[in-house]
């Protein structure tokens, strides 16, 4: 930090002194702040964990029906009939804010399926269309947990770095300042009582004599 020049003046104490508290309350606001990000990060944490193991369990599955379906079909057959298949999800990106950090959340839902109208094609095809479908909301929902996590792990980081400027360095460089005014004052305030003891000793020494 660069170094604090002061004049040591009764006024630039009072000031540096009302800094301090100042700095000193947004200290304490900052480490609230931390405390309340790291909370949110080991929540989102087992959240992170928990959608990611239904997410896995999800894609699992759709795979596992994909098989069955590709054995009893053929990828021809499967092939044809996704084309004429219709979304069967919904998603739209929002802004979300938590402790002041902004991430975007996937709103995710199922569509119902619509008949696919092709002859020749077997109840794991369904099975697996909707299989995928689920699977793309949960992938959707780990999406928005590792965002926010994200955004939320990078704050909590800056808010444990301005914690550690205030505490080690800012701080105790503003009272270091502090203590070497208040001393240099001290020491000018014991030089001047001196001289004036020694003006009232000459005067006094002066009234004797006359």
């Known amino acids: 930090m660069r170094r604090l020049r002061t004049a040591p003046t009764k006024s630039a104490l009072l000031n540096l002194r009302k800094q301090v508290r100042f700095l000193e309350d947004g200290h304490a606001l900052l480490e609230r702040k931390r405390e309340l990000l790291t909370r949110l990060v080991y929540?989102?944490?087992?959240?992170?964990?928990?959608?990611?193991?239904?997410a896995h369990a999800e894609?699992?599955?759709?795979?596992?029906?994909l098989s069955i379906a590709q054995l009893?079909?053929?990828d021809r057959v499967i092939a044809q009939a996704t084309l004429g298949a219709t979304p069967s999800t919904s998603m739209k990106v929002l802004p979300r804010r938590a402790l002041g950090?902004?991430?975007p959340s996937v709103d995710?839902?199922?569509?119902?399926?619509?008949p696919v109208g092709l002859?020749?094609?077997?109840?794991s095809f369904d099975e697996a269309q909707h299989a995928f479908a689920e699977a793309a909301v949960r992938l959707a929902e780990l999406a928005t947990v590792e965002m926010a996590l994200y955004r939320l792990i990078s704050e909590q980081r800056k808010a444990q770095k301005r914690v550690n400027a205030l505490k080690y360095n800012i701080i105790p460089a503003y009272r270091r300042v502090i203590k070497q005014i208040a001393e240099a004052l001290e020491e000018e305030e014991r030089g001047t009582l001196f001289q004036i003891k020694r003006l009232r000793e000459a005067a006094a020494r002066k009234q004797?004599?006359?």
Do not use: C, F, N
């Open 108 to 114: 995710a839902s199922l569509i119902a399926p619509k």
């Open 208 to 210: 004797a004599r006359a």
């Open 43 to 54: 929540q989102h944490i087992k959240a992170y964990q928990e959608k990611k193991q239904s």
């Open 72 to 74: 009893r079909m053929g």
């Open 119 to 123: 002859l020749g094609t077997d109840p």
């Open 101 to 103: 950090v902004q991430y």
């Open 59 to 65: 894609l699992r599955k759709a795979y596992r029906w």
